[in-house]
Every structure is written in structure tokens, then in C-alpha cells.
């Protein structure tokens, strides 16, 4: 008996040992794939379109896109930490950066803030071809910040908005440009089905409750090692491909009130406090008639939920007045390559954005 049980008690500090072990190493691994993934990021396939004509300036730009690393936030849930590259330069605040265009600004220039997701930050175009900065540079009335965010739905940028205001810092006027990612989320239940929800809803999710339901022994010993290798064999996040607008009309309608009531609860705000407050519905690669015979668009049903959505938002805001809402959707309509996937774009795209807006705020 005493065998046995020693033979046991053997075993099972084997067992215990290998696997602290494996904790070890596979923490260790993560953090070498993380550090060569940071020093060596693997190459974007958008640096090849015809959109860059300088095909090794786009690699360096792509690869410093993929530097960005996000922090928590509170409400607006994350934001990029600072950071500083040839291409990529984030400030102190979490904020994408420019220059040109700030240094020629009038005394008495109106602070103006632009709001939404990657598509306003600045995916695919270095930090003087965002859109914000292209704005600021064909005008000297208004000192630009660049408040958009990567992913981030119009329900954050309210978030953000309401952040602001709190601590006294909202633009003299507010531009909220959007709709891609607000669609694209709640129209997707493999991401999200409620409709204030977010991209990273199920990974927060399983975080605040993997530890209350399994415990710390499955949390804390258990769960990174074959999160880890979940991980290295390539398992999706969550999967990307349960549309349901274009098959439920319920859900579309809510989905477009949501993004309408947002711009209302946002009007009400900004004006509230004394300010101009602006909508424009953006552009995507699925609506209207713009050159994408360049581009692989592989969305699986993409397509049908913007053009089951977007009609329902010109609706409502027709319905509702509201004037201080812009559908832009057609601005991509032209003989010449600026999307790169379906919502981003290169610096023509983004000039021509900046110039309706400018032209709608301030008139042609």
C-alpha cells in the first residue's frame, strides 16, 4: 500500500512539475512571438495594391501600423498607447498625431474634433494623410484632434464624447463620421447581439467571468497553456460570419435606429453644451459605384448588411429632420483606386472626404 501510494505521490509531482514547466515555457513563448512579431511584423498584403505606387514606402508604412498596441480606457473600452515611428505617431494621450497643417492655424481658430473608427484614425496612410489632417491642412479656422480609434463603433465615440465633455475638454465642433463599423458589428452575432455592444465584447466577456466559473486552478494553471496553443494553431478569436440584416428585418431596423439615435443623443449633447455638432454616413466598398475591381472583397454576406442598413438610416434621419446629418456615401464614386479593403482608403480618399466635410461645415 505504501508503494502505491508513494508511487502516486510520485506521479502526481511529476504531473504538477511538467506542467508548471509548460506554464513557464509557454509563457516564454508568447512573449518571443509577441517581441518578433513587434521587431518583425508579418507583411500586409494591401502594401502591394496599385494605390502605392512606392511599394517599399508601403511596407514601412504597413509595418508600423502594426506596431500599434491598445490600452484599456474607461467607456471607450480601448485606445492605442504612445508611440512614435517613421510613419505612426501616437501621442500621450492615445491620440493619432499630425503636423502639417497645424502650424499655420488663425489665433482664433475653432477647436474641432473628429470622431469614429480605424477609417478616421488612419489605417493605410501615414499620419499627415488622415483624413483630420488633410482637413486641417486645407483650412486655417480650426485646430484639428484626431479622436478616432480603430474598431470603435459610433456607440464609443459617444462614449468618448461624454468623456470629454466631463472633463470640460469638447471640441467647439464635432464631427462624427461612421457607419462600417456599426453595422458590421451588430449585424454579426458571432461578435456581438446587443446593440450597445462592441468587437471585443466575448474576450472581455470571457476574462471578467473565466475565473468566478472555473475557478483560479483553471484560470491561473490551467487555461493559458491551451489558450497558447489555441492560439499557435491558428484558431480564429471569434468567428467572423453570422450576419443576420439581410435575413432579419427587425435587427436591421434596430441596428440603423441605434446608429440614428446615437447622432441624435450626440446633437443633443454637443449643442447642449454650446457647440456645432456634424454626421456623415461614410462610405463602403458595397454601396454606389466605386472602383474596386482591385480588391478581393471577402466578407462572406458583407455586402447585404450595409445595403440592408444603410437605406433604413437615410430613412430615419429623413423622417427625423435631421438636418445636421450628411450621407457621403458616393464620394468614393470615381475612375480612380482609393479603397484597399472594404472601408479604408488612401490619402485621395481621404482628401475627398475632408473636402465635403469641410465644404458641408464651413460651405464651398
Known sequence: MRKFLRLIAINTVLVVGVWLVLLVLTALAGDVINRVK?????????????????????????????????????????????????????????????????????????????????TMWGTGVDDDSTIAAIFDQLTTDFDVTNYGEGGHTTRQTLALLVNLINTDRMPEVVVFYGGFNHVWTHCNYAVTRNLNGHMVEAKLRRALTERPRGGYLWADVVSPPLEFFRRVIGEKKFVRNH??????????????????????????????????????????????????????????????????????????????????????????????????????????????????????????
Open 38 to 118: 513587434m521587431i518583425r511584423p508579418s507583411a500586409d498584403d494591401r502594401a502591394n495594391l496599385p494605390n502605392y505606387p512606392d511599394k517599399d514606402r508601403a511596407r514601412r508604412l504597413f509595418a508600423d501600423l502594426k506596431q500599434t498596441v491598445e490600452d484599456y480606457v474607461p467607456y471607450v473600452v480601448w485606445r492605442r498607447l504612445p508611440m512614435q515611428t517613421e510613419f505612426v505617431n501616437i501621442g500621450e494621450d492615445g491620440l493619432r498625431l499630425h503636423t502639417v497643417g497645424r502650424e499655420n492655424n488663425d489665433a482664433d481658430a475653432a477647436t474641432i474634433g473628429f470622431f469614429g473608427g480605424s
Open 243 to 364: 450576419h443576420v440584416c439581410h435575413s432579419d428585418a427587425e435587427r436591421a431596423r434596430a441596428v440603423a435606429d441605434v446608429l440614428v439615435r446615437s447622432w441624435e443623443i450626440a446633437n443633443m449633447l454637443v449643442t447642449g453644451h454650446g457647440g456645432r455638432f456634424f454626421a456623415f454616413l461614410q462610405p463602403v466598398a458595397y454601396i454606389g459605384e466605386p472602383r474596386v475591381d482591385h480588391l478581393a472583397l471577402g466578407r462572406e454576406l458583407a455586402a447585404d448588411q450595409f445595403r440592408a442598413v444603410y437605406p433604413l438610416v437615410l430613412e430615419k434621419v429623413a423622417e427625423r429632420g435631421m438636418d445636421y446629418v450628411y450621407d457621403i456615401t458616393d464620394a468614393f464614386d470615381v475612375d480612380e483606386y482609393v479603397y484597399i479593403d472594404d472601408a479604408h482608403v488612401t490619402r485621395p480618399g481621404n482628401g475627398i472626404i475632408a473636402r465635403r466635410i469641410l465644404d458641408d461645415i464651413v460651405g464651398p
